[in-house]
């Protein structure tokens, strides 16, 4: 299996509380550990970030 590693638009809130949200549900520890969730996850930020790189591709 891959690595879940969201990756975030520089700067962006909405990117930032996916991350935090990634690095909860991928923590075994954690009582909100789903794997499912961090793909979705891992998803949300991408398409997100998609956005974020249309409204500004100068970065």
């Known amino acids: 299996m891959d690595p879940i590693s969201p990756n975030p638009y520089p700067g962006c809130d909405v990117c930032a509380a996916l991350v935090r949200e990634c690095i909860d549900v991928t ?33």
């Open 27 to 59: 923590e075994p520890a954690s009582p909100l550990f789903d794997l499912e969730r961090a793909h979705r996850i891992v998803d949300e930020t991408r398409d997100h970030r998609n956005q974020d790189e249309a409204a500004a591709p100068a970065l």
